[in-house]
């Protein structure tokens, strides 16, 4: 499954080192267990082998367990479980969107 994102800011340095302000696309694809978010994409049919990538094996907000314990006021106590899988592609899809500031 994948998503693309259209209007996003790249800087691009031309041959002779000028730098502008291009649009460009950001392409989301869930490979199964992993998301990963191609950015800088010319079209949907780029090649995203040599664009920046960066991948979110595992949902990083971490889980808030009870270990069974209590403290000196009878409240329960917590571990955090980082890592998770995470529990869909939607919600993986979510996060990231957020964390990127995309919109489709």
Not at 67 to 88: A, K, R
């Amino acid at each position: 499954m994948e998503k693309y994102f259209t209007g996003q800011d790249f800087t691009v340095i031309d041959s002779a080192g000028e730098s502008s302000v291009v649009q460009r696309i950001t392409k989301l694809e869930w490979d199964g267990s992993k998301i990963l978010a191609h950015e800088g994409l010319e079209d949907s049919n780029s090649d995203t082998s040599d664009l920046p990538t960066r991948a979110w094996p595992h949902n990083p907000v971490p889980v808030k367990v009870p270990n069974g314990e209590t403290d000196s006021d009878g409240n329960e106590l917590w571990n955090y479980q980082p890592n998770q899988p995470w529990d869909s592609s939607g919600e993986a899809f979510n996060y990231v969107e957020k964390k990127l500031g995309l919109s489709s």
